[in-house]
């Protein structure tokens, strides 16, 4: 039987401004990063 999901916990002051901003600035994956998840999936 599966266990119940908990909730997420709420971000707040510095750790909320840190999540949003790292949110904005995603980078892409290289092709090496790319093939080497492939390679282990």
Known sequence: MAKPIKETPVLFGKDAERFI???KN??????EERKRVKDAY
């Open 21 to 23: 901003q790292s949110i």
């Open 26 to 31: 995603v980078k892409p994956a290289s092709e």
